[in-house]
């Protein structure tokens, strides 16, 4: 049981390329989320997903997608990336209503843009 | 909307000694409430959580966590400190029926001197 595992753990883009970070979770957990956290600024929810093939905004979703067409992955793409995306990712995942609300994060990814 | 505060941006105490971590939450109703920790490089890791019940919450690694609803405050503590517990820790308040949305505070860094 590997819990949340993100993919990959570092890398270092160049404004204006794009990439993608995968979230996967073996816990059948409903909902799903991606933050990043900044010095000084503790974590922040980019998007979140409370079910396969739903997503939703949550507090700084400027210049980030996401997919979430099977129920165990949680994708975050970042189209044209800028030196503001510059930050560490960290993706969660929990039961949702009903069940475990209690959140459970990956290691994260930490990004680099130049 | 909900809002976590941790005042302490950063604290320093001897090995053996006690420790108490401030967090003040805003919130209309009864909330959920969570301490994390988070070493240097790592994921977040579930320290305690409180849902309900007993206003005293005992977890992981010898730490406990006190309820106040009429102070607003889910304040962190340990009776003795070890060198292992330099880390960062955050607070953090779910509202119910907010697809389970985490609200963080700002973190608090624990040095431990020797």
């Known amino acids: 049981n590997a819990g949340v595992t993100q993919t990959p753990k570092f890398r270092v883009l160049k404004t204006g390329q794009s990439m993608t970070l995968l979230c996967a979770q073996d816990m059948n957990h409903e909902y799903m989320y991606w933050y990043r956290q900044d010095p000084g600024m503790g974590l922040r929810l980019i998007h979140y997903s409370v079910g396969e093939g739903t997503t939703a905004k949550g507090e700084v979703p400027d210049g980030y997608n996401v997919s979430r067409l099977k129920k165990q992955n949680f994708l975050l793409g970042l189209e044209s990336a800028a030196p503001s995306q510059t930050s560490v990712y960290f993706c969660?995942?929990?039961?949702?209503?009903?069940?475990?609300?209690?959140?459970?994060f990956g290691p994260g990814t930490r990004l680099l843009v130049l | 909307a909900q809002s976590v505060t941790q005042p302490d941006i950063h604290i320093t105490v001897s090995e053996g000694a006690s420790l108490e971590l401030r967090c003040n939450y805003s919130?209309?109703?009864?909330?959920?409430l969570f301490w994390y920790v988070q070493s240097p490089g790592q994921g977040l890791q579930l320290l305690l959580k409180y849902f309900s019940g007993d206003t005293l919450v005992q977890g992981i690694k010898g730490f406990e966590a006190e309820f106040k609803r009429s102070q607003s405050s889910f304040n962190l503590r340990k009776p003795s400190v070890h060198w292992s517990d330099a880390a960062e820790y955050f607070c953090?308040?779910?509202?119910?029926?907010?697809?389970?949305?985490?609200?963080f505070g700002t973190g608090t860094r624990l040095q431990v001197t020797l």
């Open positions: 919130y209309g109703a009864t909330p959920y």
């Open positions: 969660a995942s929990s039961g949702g209503a009903g069940g475990e609300e209690t959140q459970y």
């Open positions: 953090a308040v779910l509202a119910a029926g907010t697809a389970s949305k985490l609200t």
